[in-house]
């Protein structure tokens, strides 16, 4: 396992690589159903999101990967000795959007067809494939990470908790049926060393004289002059 430090991109990215990978190889490709697997990096609108997904139309049934919000809480909660760089947990939400439009209806959209497996198969499918699952950065390459086993020497862990699904949305768009299928995990994150920055500054010295003293006027304010 590296010890080296990463950016928040590094993880993020490196998450939404790794989810688009696994459920290529897991639906996609000759003997899967999905035409296309893609990874969503635009404005998180929803006109943004709409828009993207009307360009897939032609490729459905297709799945979506989006990345959501995020919360940041110290880890650990207390601060770190003045001056050291802290450790923050990052709780963040990715999503799958599991889109078809089979032209016989809604209800083949949902449940599918001979030619079409349906939404809810695949989303169905996203969560046999994605919960509890961990993801972990191997050179340019994004893996699976076996539960209970050391990491090899040189793998980043992404994802420091367990993908957890907390639940399907319906995405109400014209002709289409789209589920937005959400998935919880964190990762952590250490901020910059400051303390090996170059700033310019070496040093800074301040002269307080207090108001009213030897060559001050003497106005009656209280407080002091720095120079």
Not at 46 to 64: C, G, M, T, W
Request: some cysteine; aromatic content about 8%.
């Amino acid at each position: 396992m590296s010890d080296e430090r990463h950016d928040q991109h590094f993880f993020i990215t490196g998450i939404q690589d790794g989810l688009k990978t696994v459920l290529e190889a897991a639906h996609g490709g000759a003997q899967g159903y999905l035409n296309a697997v893609e990874v969503y990096g635009g404005p998180s609108d929803d006109d943004s999101i709409q828009a993207f997904i009307a360009q897939h139309v032609p490729r459905f049934p297709a799945e979506l990967v989006a990345f959501g919000d995020t919360v940041k809480k110290l880890a650990p909660a207390t601060s770190a000795a003045l001056g050291q760089p802290r450790t923050f947990r990052i709780d963040c939400v990715f999503t799958v959007m599991c889109c078809d439009d089979n032209l016989r209806g809604v209800v083949d959209q949902l449940r599918g067809d001979a030619g079409s497996p349906g939404v809810i198969k695949m989303f169905s499918d996203v969560g046999e494939t994605l919960s509890g699952l961990q993801l972990a950065r191997r050179g340019e390459a994004t893996v699976a990470v076996v539960p209970g086993r050391k990491l090899p020497i040189g793998d980043v862990l992404l994802t420091h908790g367990p993908l957890t699904p907390t639940g399907e949305r319906y995405l109400e768009l014209p002709g289409l049926t789209v589920y937005a299928a959400d998935y919880e995990t964190y990762f952590q994150w250490t901020e910059p060393d400051r303390r090996t920055a170059d700033n310019g500054v070496e040093e800074l010295v301040l002269d307080v004289t207090p108001r009213g003293g030897p060559g001050q006027p003497a106005d009656g304010k209280p407080g002091v002059i720095l120079s």
